[in-house]
C-alpha cells in the first residue's frame, strides 16, 4: 500500500522536476555568486569549480539541477565566516559554460570531481550539504568516498528517483526507455517551451515569491544538453544498494509532495521506506516548504544545519 501510494503521490513531483529544465545556455557566468568576498579555489577541472570564503571547519555545499552556487549565499551569511564554506558550482549549469560536462553523465562524474577536490585540497572529512541533484552527488561522494565525509546532509533528495517514473517494482534498468524519452524531450524543446516550464517550476518548488527571481534565472542560463543529460542520469540511478556503504552521520531534511493527494505520514514514510538501507539516517520533515528549503523555511534550515555541523 505504502508503495502504491509512493508512486501514485510522486507523480506530481515527477512532473514538477521534468519541467525544471532550463532554456538555451548563455555564455559567461550570469548570476553567479560574486562580490560576496570569496575566492575560487585553485583546482583545475572542467566539471566544476569552487567558491572558497571563512575560516574554520570545512563544509561543502552542492547545489541542484541547473541552480548556482548562489542558492546557498543566505546560508553563508548565517554561518558568519564560522566555517570555511566551499560552494560547488557544476560546469553547464547557471551561466558556467558545459567544458566536460557537454556530453554523457553529470552527477556521477562531478562526484568523483568532488572527492578529488577533498584529496587535494587537503581537507578532512568535511562535512557536506547538497540540496536536490546536489543531494544525490552527495550520497555518491559518501557512498562511493566514505573515508573522505565527515557527515552528509541530503535536502529534499531520494536515492531513486526513477521510482516517480514507473510502476511498483520500477528499477533503474526498467526505467530507462522512459528516460530516454524524457532525455529525448527535453534536449530538443525550444527555447520559448523551456522558459515557460522554468517559471511553471520555480513557481511550485518556491513557496516564497520574492526568492524565485535568483533560481529562475539560473536555469535560464544553464545549457540545455547539460541539464537534459543530468536529468536523465538522475532518474536512472538507484543509489539505495550503495547507503549502506556511507559511514558518515546523515541527516535528511525533505519535505511533504507537492500534491494536494498526499499526507505528511505518507510523505513519511516513503523518505523511510527510500532510505531503510540507512537505518542511522535522520530523516526530518520541515512543513510549510517547498523543495528549496533554505529559501522557503530559512529559520528552520539553519537550525537544523548548526546542530549538524556541530555534532
Known amino acids: 500500500m505504502i508503495r502504491a501510494a509512493y508512486i501514485l503521490a510522486s507523480g506530481a513531483a515527477a512532473l514538477l522536476l521534468a519541467a525544471a529544465q532550463p532554456a538555451l545556455a548563455q555564455d559567461g557566468h550570469t548570476n553567479h555568486a ?6 575560487h579555489a585553485a583546482f583545475a577541472s572542467d566539471r566544476i569549480h569552487v567558491a572558497v570564503e571563512g575560516q574554520g571547519p570545512d563544509v561543502i555545499f552542492i547545489p541542484g539541477l541547473s541552480s548556482s552556487p548562489a542558492v546557498w549565499q543566505g546560508t553563508v551569511d548565517h554561518l558568519n565566516g564560522a566555517y570555511r564554506v566551499h560552494r560547488v558550482h557544476v ?20 562526484a568523483e570531481e568532488i572527492a578529488r577536490y577533498i584529496r587535494e585540497q587537503g581537507l578532512t572529512r568535511p562535512a557536506v550539504v547538497g540540496h536536490s541533484m546536489g543531494g544525490t552527488m552527495g ?3 559518501a557512498a562511493r568516498h566514505p573515508d573522505l565525509v565527515g557527515k552528509l546532509m541530503v535536502v529534499d533528495m ?10 511498483p517494482g ?10 530516454d524519452q524524457v532525455y529525448a524531450a527535453q534536449s530538443a524543446s525550444p527555447r520559448d517551451q523551456y522558459l515557460t516550464q ?11 515569491e520574492a526568492a524565485r527571481s535568483g533560481p529562475l534565472a539560473d536555469v535560464e542560463n544553464s545549457d540545455q544538453q547539460v541539464s537534459a543529460a543530468a536529468f536523465r542520469e538522475l532518474i536512472v540511478t538507484d543509489l539505495r544498494p550503495e547507503l549502506g556503504k556511507i559511514t558518515a552521520p546523515v541527516e535528511v531534511l525533505y519535505v511533504k509532495f507537492n500534491d ?4 505528511d ?11 531503510a538501507n540507512l537505518p542511522g539516517a535522520r530523516l526530518k520533515r520541515i512543513d510549510d516548504s517547498a523543495h528549496f528549503i533554505m529559501l522557503d523555511q530559512p529559520t528552520a534550515f539553519y537550525g537544523d544545519l548548526d546542530a549538524f555541523l556541530a555534532r
Do not use: W
Not at 34 to 39: D, M, P, R, S
Not at 174 to 179: C, E, H, I, L, M
Open 34 to 39: 560574486a562580490g560576496h568576498g570569496h575566492q
Open 91 to 110: 560546469q553547464g549549469f547557471a551561466g558556467a559554460p558545459a567544458k566536460g560536462n557537454a556530453t554523457g553523465p553529470v552527477a556521477a562524474p562531478v
Open 139 to 141: 550520497m555518491m561522494l
Open 158 to 167: 531520494i536515492p531513486f528517483m526513477g521510482a516517480m517514473f514507473g510502476p
Open 170 to 179: 520500477t528499477t533503474a534498468e526498467s526505467v530507462v526507455p522512459v528516460a
Open 198 to 208: 522554468a517559471r511553471a517550476a520555480v513557481t511550485g518548488m518556491i513557496k516564497t
Open 260 to 263: 494536494p493527494r498526499m499526507t
Open 265 to 275: 505520514a505518507i510523505t513519511d514514510a516513503i523518505y523511510q521506506m527510500s532510505f
